[in-house]
């Protein structure tokens, strides 16, 4: 597998030579294109063939790493993949993440939930096994001696390649680090709301755990909900869309300051304001593959740009001062070396 045709804006493929931007997920052998297509709106605002449409375009311009979740759409999300990687036969060239802890029939982190959801989500999705499962939220009633048990089960049976943690505190991600030094998995990536605007959950004791443990950050909602991006036009969001009123509460004052910032080195770099923070996401210290979520094909090659946009120190500098909201303590010095 390959990480090195990604598209530009116009949907153009660079040449042969473009430099190896993959990324290595944690301490596995998993080095994959570092974005993610986000399944969540597949079965649910997007249908079935724009999906796949999406799902094909995302690999023709390099991408490789597929994120999903047994809850998303009831399964149906899952299911969509599931038939595109048979129908392509592209199975052994893409890594699938999904999660399980919040199906309403698998609700939780015991190990037979666990172990049940899995053997559901490994149906639904055509395939022998699965790259990279999560926990999908904490799960306070169960051990995690248990819940990494059943992984270790999952993973002895060739199920589950390596696990990750989805929306984990810093206390559980060092609980489960430390009862994985007994012998069961570790946490090899966390899942994490991230952006220009939401700093605060990753940044400070998550990135130097992240650091330590050669874990992964796996950053999601990067373009705040689509404020950053196709809804940052206030007057058009829909107050029946979930996804447009969680964007609408980033339309204050200090969303609209880092509006202007991303419009200026957009516009000096000639790119769509969704490559730049993506860009910005991407450089962050401990940062591994971004989920990215597209609706058309416009979007998506404007997305997957982002790991070959070079932003200059100063516009880097900008984006932190903009993005770092009055009496936040957050760290805008947390770049990748």
Known sequence: MSGENIGTPGGVTPAADAPDVSRTIGQTDMSVFPLALGGAVFGWTLPSGRSVDLLDRFVELGGQMVDTSDSYSSGMSEQIIGKWMRERGNRSDVVVATKVGRHPDFSGLSASNIVEAVNASLERLQTDYIDLLYFHAEDPDVSMEESLSAVENLIQAGKVRALGASNFSADRLLEARIIAASGLPRFEAVALEYSLLRRDIVEGNITMMAIAQQMSIMPYFILANGFLGRHRN????????????????????????????????????????????????????????????????????????????????????????????????????????
């Open 234 to 337: 206030i007057k058009s969001f829909n107050p029946n869309d979930t996804r447009s009123r969680r964007a609408a509460q980033h339309g204050g004052r200090h969303g609209t300051h880092v509006l202007r910032v991303l419009d200026n080195v957009a516009m000096a770099q000639g790119v769509d304001i969704s490559t730049v923070a993506v860009a910005w996401v991407l450089g962050r210290s401990a940062v591994g593959i971004p989920t990215i979520g597209a609706e058309s094909i416009r979007e998506l090659e404007a997305l997957m740009h982002a790991p070959h946009l070079q932003l200059s120190r100063q516009q880097i500098a900008d984006l932190d001062r903009a993005s770092v909201e009055q009496g936040r303590n957050w760290l805008p010095s947390l770049t990748r070396s």
